[in-house]
């Protein structure tokens, strides 16, 4: 209970802090000064460095957190975030919400990027992305502390959820990381009872091949978007009951099947975990479970493959 109440101390500390140099102007306007060389001889990249160094010794001491500074530099060579995070000093994930960058492969040579002086997520107001969009929902549900900023971004004035010294979660990586879809049941409400593949049809016994995978739950629990997508179709179906399909971008579709209820329109836009039906047992079933399946030009994946690994 203690160490709770010295990080909601910590964590206030941290956003009076940051809040009052915001007010003040300094993030608000102008250019941010350029650093020519990511090593200790450049000015400016010894005072970024400083700068992250003064954060996690005031964050392991409990002191007052320093000002948030943004630097800017510009690529020399094609590299990945996570070296150019390690020259830096910060976690990886700092620069790519920084710089909207919603994935983790290379950075082009002669690439301006923006750099933080203090480890954080920058949430901006308006997603563009999906992983914008999971970003989001902490901040909107309130999971988490966060100060509105605004940062100059080319010839657009952005604003953004700082985070300070947060991370990704383990979804949220998964999407930077390439695995584009979330639990559409949450872990502890769900299990697999059914894999891809060639099964015994629980009716007749005999072999066909299952296109997605069952995931066992209670009756009436939430089923949630596995990804930002469109509903394309919705409706009863003899087999699969109440149903829901989500078209996505990349070509991708995920099909939501044996719902008991539906809470999503056609032609609706949802967000990734937004609710869209419920556990049901509804077509042909033997109990109260969701049929999940995804499909990529028209052909259907294993989920597993797609989901995140622990699942």
């Not at 107001?125 to 605004?150: K, M, R, W, Y």
């Not at 060639?198 to 016994?205: A, C, D, K, M, V």
């Not at 995978?213 to 209670?218: E, L, S, T």
């Not at 499909?295 to 690994?309: A, H």
Request: glycine content about 8%; hydrophobic content about 35%.
């Amino acid at each position: 209970m203690q160490n709770k109440k010295q990080t909601i101390k910590r964590n206030k500390k941290i956003c009076f802090l940051l809040l009052l140099f915001f007010l003040k102007g300094i993030l608000l306007f102008g250019e941010y000064p350029e650093i020519g060389n990511l090593d200790p001889g450049d000015i400016l990249y010894a005072q970024l460095e400083a700068g992250i160094s003064s954060f996690y010794q005031a964050a392991a001491q409990d002191r007052e957190m320093p000002p948030l500074q943004i630097f800017s530099y510009t690529t020399k060579t094609e590299q990945s975030i996570f070296s150019l995070a390690a020259k830096c000093n910060l976690p990886y994930e700092s620069i790519a919400t920084l710089n909207r960058i919603d994935n983790s492969g290379n950075i082009r040579q002669g690439t301006r990027v923006l750099v933080p002086s203090i480890p954080g997520l920058f949430v901006p107001f308006e997603a563009e992305s999906e992983l914008e969009h999971l970003l989001q929902q902490s901040v909107q549900n309130g999971d988490t502390f966060s100060v509105p900023i605004i940062l100059n971004l080319g010839e657009k004035k952005i604003p953004y959820h700082f985070i300070p010294g947060r991370r990704f979660s383990s979804q949220e990586l998964s999407y930077f990381l390439g695995v584009y879809f979330r639990y559409p049941v949450p872990r502890e409400t769900g299990t697999v009872s059914s894999l891809f593949g060639q099964r015994r049809s629980p009716f007749t016994g005999e072999l066909s091949f299952h296109y997605g995978i069952d995931i066992a739950a209670d009756l009436g629990a939430d089923v949630y978007a596995s990804r930002f997508g469109l509903v394309i179709k919705k409706g009863f179906d003899q087999v699969y009951g109440n149903y829901v399909l989500i078209e996505h971008s990349d070509n991708y579709k995920t099909f939501y099947g044996h719902l008991n209820y539906l809470t999503v329109e056609l032609h609706q836009k949802v967000k990734s975990g937004s609710i869209i039906g419920t556990i049901g047992s509804t077509g042909l079933s033997t109990g109260p479970h969701l049929h999940f399946e995804i499909w990529k030009n028209n052909t259907p994946v294993d989920p597993l493959l797609l989901l995140p690994k622990d699942y």
